[in-house]
Nanobody, 111 residues
Framework: VQLVESGGGSVQAGGSLKLSCLAS????????MSWHRQAPGKERELVSR???????NYADSVKGRFTFSRDRDKRMWYLQMNSLKTEDTAVYYC??????WGQGTQVTVSS
């Protein structure tokens, strides 16, 4: 499975971006889908995930600002990011099944 992210870019604080992740094949129903990020000098962290039970979870730092959604065919999923903060600056990665990763897309939020 190959994953390709898109939608990153530069935005001012308070702005919005929508990231997309396209999978080369439909993701099996027993696999979770997720978004992660890694800021310079920091470890990669989980931003949001949709588990096999369909439940969506968010990191406390993005709750109420980010929304994870996906297409019904489970080949594409999204991360709508609103009210962006400078601390959201990072490379964002999508992942599937805990082992397939995209190449990452840069998000830069300036003050």
């Amino acid at each position: 499975v190959q994953l390709v992210e898109s939608g990153g870019g530069s935005v001012q604080a308070g702005g919005s971006l929508k990231l997309s992740c396209l999978a080369s094949t439909a993701i099996r129903s027993w696999c979770e889908m997720s978004w992660h990020r890694q800021a310079p000098g920091k470890e990669r962290e989980l931003v949001s995930r949709i588990g096999v039970d369909g439940q969506t979870n968010y990191a406390d730092s993005v709750k109420g600002r980010f929304t994870f959604s996906r297409d019904r065919d489970k080949r594409m999923w999204y991360l709508q990011m609103n009210s962006l903060k400078t601390e959201d600056t990072a490379v964002y990665y999508c992942a599937a099944c805990g082992r397939y990763w995209g190449q990452g897309t840069q998000v830069t939020v300036s003050s």
